[in-house]
């Protein structure tokens, strides 16, 4: 996946290098979903499997995978309607920047409460 992904990407940059580096298209943040959802799905099918599913909230890659899936799944929306960010419609502006803060707090206090949460694994256990 990562390597289809690196080829549509660097294939898209050879082609329009001017639009990689002044505009931020959607096929950008679409391809970064998939990705993004894909191997979310997969390491959640992978624990569930597992015998360890029992410890899920004793894991920190739990909570980094939830609030970045939570992330994502905020964010998408607002990037298809990226169009009506101008200087005419300030209310769509402000709720952008309110939906991208929240979200972003929301994504890093995942990651937080996952560091203090989780105990560091120690070179003898295995987990």
Not at 14 to 34: K, R
Request: with cysteine; proline share 4%.
């Amino acid at each position: 996946m990562a390597i289809l992904f690196s080829v549509v990407m660097l294939s898209h940059f050879i082609v329009f290098p001017n639009v990689f580096l002044t505009e931020h298209p959607p096929l950008y943040q679409i391809s970064g979903l998939i990705i993004t959802l894909i191997c979310v799905a997969l390491y959640f099918i992978e624990f569930l499997n597992d015998e360890k599913v029992l410890m899920i909230f004793q894991t920190f890659s739990f909570y980094a995978t939830l609030g970045l899936f939570v992330w994502w799944l905020i964010i998408t929306p607002v990037i298809f309607y990226d169009n009506y960010n101008t200087i005419a419609d300030w209310d769509f502006a402000n709720l952008k920047r309110r939906i991208f803060l929240f979200a972003n707090i929301f994504m890093y206090t995942c990651f937080t409460v996952g560091f203090i949460i989780t105990k560091p694994k120690s070179n003898n256990e295995i987990i």
